[in-house]
C-alpha cells in the first residue's frame, strides 16, 4: 500500500485519481472525478474543478485555477484561470479542427479587414 503525504492545507474531493509521483503544492484544492497522470506537479494555492483530467509528466505553477471538465495537456506556467475542452471526435479529425482553432482570432481580424475594403 501506498501512502501519499500532502502539504499542509491540501484538499481533496472524493472519487479523486492521484497516480505515481504527483506533488501537490499547499493550499491547493481538487474536486471530484479529477484525474492526475503520474509524475504531475501541481503549485500552490491551485483549485483544480470538478472531472478535470491532467495529463501526466506535466507542470502546474502557482495560483492556476482549471474550470471544470477541462483537460491539462501542456504545462501551465503563468497564473490564471484555464478552461479546455473540445468535443469528442476521431483524432483524424481534430487534428485538423486543432490548427484552425489555434489561428480563429487571426482569421476573423483578417476578415475584418477584408470586409471594411469591399464596402
Known sequence: MIIQKFIDGVKIDNLVHIAHNVIIGSDTAIAAKTGIAGTTVIGKRCM???MVGIVGHLTITDDVIVNATSTVNRNITKPGVYTG??????HSEWKK??????KLDKIATLLKIKLKNIK
Open 85 to 90: 475542452f473540445v468535443p469528442l471526435m476521431l
Open 97 to 102: 479542427v486543432g490548427v484552425w482553432l489555434t
Open 48 to 50: 483544480i474543478g470538478g
